[in-house]
């Protein structure tokens, strides 16, 4: 198994421009997050799925859109990108019932600047 | 306020030397407290999960404990080797009516040779 993948590793933006950060897992986990992790500040939840199909908000969803077409992928767009969404995104899948009982397993993460 | 604050925040020791990291939390109620490494440039991994009724958990030398009463978790690293250099995260599970993610921030630790 891969577990959780993401690409690209490294990204560069201007400002407004869009892009799509994406996820993949072979584990068959129905449910998969998109975290943010800035200096100085615990990981912060964007986006996350229980299952295809259904997408819900995190605490900080500004800016940010989900969509889950299939149990493996899980993509995170950016509309138009700004500074302030300069951070390393994290992906994250469990197994059904959800990461609060079971073990959550994290990608390498993709480093985002937005000049 | 549901926190998990974590002390210290950066920490330096020899190589085969033990040490313990601190994490304190204001989060109630919790379902369960995890430990996680995160290597730099890399995902969190999970060492440790306790629920609240849990003292004590090992992964080989990590060995994490909590006491609920104090609200207080320690991570306890034996005979440290140059790959436990590394962040080590805290994290509360809240389950006030939705379940929760709480982080802390993290203790940076460096082992040195």
């Known amino acids: 198994n891969a577990g959780v993948t993401q690409t690209p590793k490294f990204q560069v933006l201007k400002t407004g421009q869009s892009m799509t950060l994406q996820c993949a897992q072979d584990?068959?986990?129905?449910?998969m997050s998109w975290y943010r992790q800035d200096p100085g500040m615990g990981l912060r939840l964007i986006h996350y799925?229980?299952?295809?199909?259904?997408?819900d908000q995190g605490e900080v969803p500004n800016g940010y859109n989900v969509s889950r077409s299939t149990t493996e992928d899980f993509p995170l767009r950016l509309l138009s990108a700004a500074p302030s969404q300069t951070s390393v995104y994290f992906c994250?899948?469990?197994?059904?019932?959800?990461?609060?009982?079971?073990?959550?397993?994290f990608g390498p993460g993709t480093r985002l600047t937005v000049t | 306020k549901n926190q998990v604050e974590q002390s210290p925040q950066s920490l330096i020791i020899l190589e085969g030397k033990n040490c313990t990291l601190q994490?304190?939390?204001?989060?109630?109620?919790?379902?369960?407290l995890r430990w996680y490494k995160q290597d730099t440039g890399r995902g969190p991994v999970s060492l440790t999960i306790?629920?609240?009724?849990?003292n004590t958990k090992s992964n080989g030398r990590y060995t994490a404990t909590l006491d609920a009463d104090t609200k207080q978790s320690s991570l306890h690293i034996t005979a440290s080797q140059l790959s436990d250099s590394a962040s080590y995260i805290c994290?509360?599970?809240?389950?006030?009516?939705?379940?929760?993610?709480?982080f802390g921030t993290g203790t940076r630790l460096k082992v040195l040779a």
């Open positions: 994250a899948s469990s197994y059904s019932g959800g990461p609060f009982f079971n073990e959550q397993y």
């Open positions: 584990m068959n986990h129905e449910y």
């Open positions: 799925s229980v299952g295809a199909g259904i997408t």
């Open positions: 994490c304190n939390y204001t989060v109630s109620p919790f379902s369960n």
């Open positions: 306790m629920t609240f009724s849990e």
């Open positions: 994290v509360v599970i809240l389950t006030s009516g939705t379940y929760k993610y709480i």
